[in-house]
């Protein structure tokens, strides 16, 4: 089974800074990565799926992908208080790794 | 938008209670999961399905149940209820042509 690690967390930025989260994979078969975010007491959301190698912008979110270096990235520009989650890489199709706390301070 | 129901949202119980909690999906996934997560913490797997009639343990020993008779319904049951079984539980389902996973609303637990 795939494992994934995040971020040693949790992470802390200004509120209009750059947030970097990210993940590496111990295997080379996943062909699909995703992005969740997790409110307190909420259930997960996607925010961002990436198949190919490179980046992919939704808005002020860009996931990265590198498969040869099986490492997935999200960068979140402007980063505004309501970003203040956990983030979640999955770890393979059943479970997910411990995430990462991203607080975005006023 | 994702169309995965849990019911009920909060349920508050006495000890040694028969439980039910509910879970369906509109979007005709054969894939089908239980998690338990606890305020803070990651979440834990405890139950999967891959379609009708298969039905799998996950990493967190559970003492509850499930069945999947039909594709859009997947019942994760407590024979037993115990104040350790205080959680939050969600359901969710993965499929579609970009197979991802979404997550019902919760099923916040309390029992006494």
């Known amino acids: 089974q795939k494992e994934v690690e995040q971020n040693s967390g949790p992470l802390s930025v200004p509120e209009g800074a750059i947030a970097s989260l990210n993940c590496t994979y111990s295997?080379?078969?996943?062909?699909?990565f995703f992005w969740y975010r997790q409110y307190s007491g909420k259930s997960p959301e996607l925010i961002m799926s990436i198949y190919s190698n490179g980046d992919k912008e939704d808005g002020r979110f860009t996931a990265q992908l590198n498969k040869a270096s099986q490492y997935v990235s999200l960068l979140i520009r402007d980063s505004q208080p309501s970003d203040s989650a956990t983030y979640l890489c999955?770890?393979?199709?059943?479970?997910f790794g411990s995430g990462t706390q991203l607080t975005v301070l006023p | 938008e994702a169309d995965i129901y849990q019911t009920p949202r909060y349920l508050v119980i006495g000890t040694g209670k028969k439980i039910t909690l509910e879970c369906s999906q509109t979007?005709?996934?054969?894939?089908m999961y239980w998690y338990q997560q606890d305020p803070g913490m990651e979440l834990h797997l405890i139950h999967y399905?891959?379609?009708?009639?298969?039905?799998e343990k996950g990493d967190l020993s559970s003492e509850s149940t499930v069945s999947r008779i039909r594709t859009e319904h997947f019942p994760l049951t407590l024979e037993s209820a115990r104040p350790s079984h205080t959680s939050q539980y969600l359901c969710a389902s993965r499929g579609g042509a970009e197979n991802i996973q979404y997550f019902g609303a919760g099923t916040r637990l309390s029992v006494l």
């Open positions: 295997d080379r078969v996943s062909q699909s």
């Open positions: 399905s891959y379609g009708v009639n298969s039905t």
């Open positions: 979007m005709g996934h054969d894939k």
């Open positions: 999955p770890r393979g199709q059943l479970t």
